[in-house]
């Protein structure tokens, strides 16, 4: 078994869609950045390469690579998860924390398990994920911005 973390943040401001755990999510900003700004899924893609010593977000899909500008997350998933695949690895289980202190994100989090337990090609009940604020402190409390955290373990010797 191998253990990972990543943290990822971006502020608001972008005029596009906030997409979060592949789900878009109703609000007036979304996320500036150089692909679509899906924090969970950064983080999540950070933890996961993290676990399987890959390094990094960044060092696999650099923000100053045009391939990667405005790139679905999902996308950048299905890459991480196809590296993880040729080493023999795959999920055990993935436990993701959004901050957030807008938009209200619970009625969103049934459909952010079922996209990323998809995506993770794991249960469903392997899946967590949980919304949280930092009671108006910090860049997240002020509405400026979203953060997000992933924990994942993964298994070794497994065949997708």
Known sequence: MLIGQGIDAHRFGAAR?????????????????????????????DALLGAAGLGDIGRHFPDTDAAYA????????????????????A?????LTIVAQRPKLA???PDMVQVLASDLNCPAD????????????????????????????LQEGAGN
């Not at 790139?71 to 590296?83: G, K, T």
């Not at 949280?132 to 373990?153: D, K, N, P, Y």
């Open 17 to 45: 869609l906030l997409v979060l755990a592949g789900v878009p999510v109703p609000h007036d900003q979304g996320l500036e950045a150089h692909s679509d700004g899906d924090v969970a899924i950064h983080a999540l893609c």
């Open 126 to 153: 392997r899946v967590n994920v949980k919304a949280t604020t930092t009671e108006r402190m910090g860049f997240t409390g002020r509405g400026e911005g979203i953060a997000a955290f992933a924990v994942v373990l």
């Open 91 to 95: 999920v055990h289980n993935a436990d």
């Open 70 to 89: 405005d790139i679905d997350s999902r996308i950048l998933l299905s890459r991480v998860m196809a590296s993880l695949a040729e080493r023999g690895l």
């Open 107 to 109: 009625p969103h989090i």
